[in-house]
């Protein structure tokens, strides 16, 4: 009787899982011919702009660049550097220490000789108490905030509360920009004033060369963990991400590199505090506002904005961060429950909640009870080892498809193109993720899901090398 319920479970489940990676295969693939033909199109329509020109132009809108860093001593003069650099008319630039335990407070000092002021703070959204304002009359576009610990998002409050400009870009004190991602991004803001929100291409700064804040030459990682996540990026940010353009229903915009407007941003309260997923949490705010206000409004992934950042070559930070991710999503999804399948969401409640709930955050329960129920399968005589074998090898082709789609999209995304043998190499590692990286994450993912409660509040801690290491 036994034997027979369990055969009964692992058949059901069996059919379970073929239509379910069926259906996330379908997605994948679709979105990556909607990515493929929306980027050509974008590169087209983007070709004769004179960014040049833009950039002395007075009629750019104002932005304010906002880099919360806690103990990022390593990076941080870097990042500065290159936030300093932008070809962009009229921008700041404030840079938040947030409590942090290392130098960081003093390398910024030191590094642009700043001085502490009084300066007047207008609290719009509440944050940890500020210590300290510094400034440099010299470099009129640079403040630094020194705060109390409150962690990433209160960070991002206190440097809102500062802020001068009507829109802000958010971004990490590990990373460094292109001398014309402004430029490039603040076009999605002024072509359409209904655009509240828009991201950029957060790319692998590991393997490439920097000087003076801005990357000179572009390479591959060296480390064979940063390899695949380069791979990663390209399928998370260029397919993933593009292809939910069309449906205005992109739920994330890196915490590396996003924009947005401000004044909606103040109106939802600014970012969420206590949760480790306030990138994602402050879209899907924002969303659920202005459907439920019934304004017009886009969110935006822009495909040429470039963000480089750094990704971790040591597997426990890789685990501690993917770790990190898991809990962020599920703490979000919880948070917003309410709009999961509500037709007054649109389609951010029929589609994109949905999407992730099923595609992202169960996905590493359904595959990892794949990897047991498959063999069982066998074992029972339920299938034979050839379907078994090519059931595999469509996973692993669909995955193929998916990669080298999305580095077909890169090249018309990015200016300078992959060369032959970097395409192949990173196609090859397209197939080669299957076989150990991809189930190395599901385990990642797997224990984000088994311990959310325990690291809820937790980010972990993340290890920066200096660029020139990368």
């Known amino acids: 009787m036994i034997t027979y319920i369990l055969y009964e479970l692992i058949w059901l489940f069996n059919h379970f899982v073929i239509v379910y990676v069926t259906v996330m295969s379908g997605i994948f693939v679709v979105q990556t011919i909607i990515a493929i033909f929306s980027s050509a199109s974008y590169a087209m329509k983007t070709r004769n702009i004179e960014y040049r020109k833009l950039s002395e132009s007075p009629n750019m809108i104002p932005m304010s660049v906002l880099m919360p860093g806690y103990n990022e001593q390593d990076t941080i003069v870097d990042s500065v550097k290159s936030m300093m650099t932008l070809h962009y008319p009229e921008y700041e630039v404030i840079v938040i220490n947030d409590g942090s335990k290392d130098d960081t407070l003093q390398t910024v000092i030191k590094a642009f000789s700043l001085q502490k002021i009084d300066y007047p703070l207008r609290e719009r959204i509440p944050s940890k108490k500020v210590r300290g304002i510094y400034y440099n009359p010299d470099i009129p576009r640079l403040k630094l905030i020194d705060k109390e610990n409150g962690g990433k998002a209160d960070a991002l409050n206190a440097g809102i509360n500062l802020s001068l400009y009507p829109y802000f870009v958010s971004v990490d004190a590990d990373s460094l920009l292109q001398s014309d991602a402004l430029l490039r991004l603040a076009i999605a803001f002024m072509e359409d004033k209904h655009t509240i929100a828009a991201g950029g291409v957060v790319r692998v700064v590991n393997g490439c060369k920097e000087e003076n804040g801005e990357v000179v030459s572009i390479g591959i990682p060296k480390g064979i963990w940063a390899k695949f996540q380069l791979v990663e990026y390209f399928r998370a940010f260029l397919v993933g991400r593009m292809g939910w353009n069309s449906t205005n229903a992109l739920l994330i915009i890196s915490g590396a590199f996003g924009a947005f407007q401000k004044e909606h941003v103040l109106s939802v309260g600014g970012y969420t505090t206590g949760t480790v997923g306030e990138d994602m949490e402050l879209v899907i705010k924002l969303h659920e506002y202005m459907l439920k206000k019934k304004y017009k409004y886009k969110v935006l992934f822009m495909p040429d904005p470039i963000c480089w950042t750094q990704v971790p070559e040591d597997l426990k930070v890789l685990y501690r961060q993917r ?18 399948l509500n037709p007054r969401y649109k389609a951010v409640g029929l589609l994109g909640m949905p999407y992730f709930f099923l595609f992202e955050m169960v996905a590493p329960i359904v595959e990892t009870l794949g990897y047991f129920t498959v063999p069982a399968s ?37 200016r300078n193109t992959l060369l032959v043998r970097e395409f192949l190499l990173l196609t090859f590692l397209g197939i080669a993720e299957n076989l150990f990286y991809r189930q190395m994450t599901v385990y990642f993912r797997l224990m984000g899901i088994l311990q959310a409660k325990k690291h809820k509040h937790s980010w972990g801690a993340m290890t920066r090398r200096k660029f020139s290491a990368t």
């Open 323 to 340: 770790r990190r991710w898991q809990i962020g999503l599920i703490d979000v999804m919880g948070r917003h429950r309410k709009m999961f």
């Open 378 to 414: 066998y074992y029972f005589g339920i299938i034979s080892f050839e379907a078994m074998a090519l059931f595999f090898i469509a996973s692993v082709f669909f995955g193929v498809i998916i990669s080298m789609g999305s580095l077909i999209v890169e090249q018309f995304s990015y």
